[in-house]
């Protein structure tokens, strides 16, 4: 069984501050996960996903997500917040022989203020 | 189409009335996914197909829920004598394959059908 938290379901930053979105997963064999964004009235668009090549992943927008087994985590970062950032986030896991199957977070809501 | 496209966009219905959505996959893509999006349950896995054929239904919530996919392109999900609870965003995805040597392939999804039954 796989299963994805997400710490947070409203997140809010400044404008230009880093940005933190966390994510935890839950999986018995070696994981692929992936982090999506839904913009108000649209469909999921992938920011980046782990495939157990390198363990710090760079995605579209400035984003970048570490892998660490350790920690079973896959927090999404980026250095500075930009107003169009401000959407829902999730986190998405899928393994072993069901691994087409996305298992998402519950998603977090990113607010960038002025 | 550039992307995976969904319709109607919304549709508003009576409880106990029969509703079909629909999905046109991205050009080419040979896996096609299911999954409803609603406020209680977050994003959940409906139903895969691999060209024609489903080989996980799983997540298909009762017997009420049906979907089937034709010439490996198009795929409706359908929903019978629906209740207030199927209110939600179905959303589909599609997929080069459905899994590659690195693991699971991009899924890209469509902008959803939000169901609305009364």
């Known amino acids: 069984a796989q299963s994805v938290t997400q710490l947070g379901s409203h997140v809010s930053v400044s404008e230009g501050a880093l940005v933190l979105l966390r994510c935890n997963y839950s999986s018995s064999v070696p994981p692929y996960l992936f982090w999506y964004v839904q913009y108000p009235n649209q469909g999921l668009q992938l920011l980046l996903k782990?495939?157990?090549?390198?363990?710090l992943v760079k995605g579209i927008n400035g984003f970048e997500a570490e892998f660490k087994k350790s920690e079973t985590s896959f927090h999404l970062t980026k250095p500075s917040a930009h107003m169009s950032d401000a959407a829902e986030y999730f986190c998405a896991v899928s393994s072993g022989g069901s691994n087409y199957k996305l298992t998402f977070g519950k998603g977090t809501l990113l607010t960038v203020n002025p | 189409g550039a992307g995976v496209s969904q319709s109607p966009s919304n549709k508003v219905t009576e409880k106990g009335k029969d509703v079909e959505l629909r999905c046109d996959p991205i050009s080419g893509h040979t896996a096609l996914y299911w999954y409803r999006q609603s406020l209680g349950q977050g994003l959940e896995f409906l139903i895969y197909?691999?060209?024609?054929?489903?080989?996980?239904k799983s997540g298909l919530p009762s017997d009420r829920f049906s979907a089937e996919r034709t010439g490996g392109s198009v795929s409706t999900l359908t929903i019978q004598r629906t209740q207030q609870e199927d209110s939600a965003v179905y959303l589909c995805?599609?997929?080069?394959?459905?899994?590659?040597?690195?693991?699971?392939?991009?899924?890209?999804f469509g902008p959803g059908t939000r169901l609305t039954v009364l």
């Open positions: 782990y495939t157990s090549a390198a363990t």
């Open positions: 197909f691999q060209g024609n054929s489903a080989p996980d």
């Open positions: 995805a599609s997929s080069l394959v459905a899994t590659r040597g690195l693991g699971t392939d991009t899924q890209y």
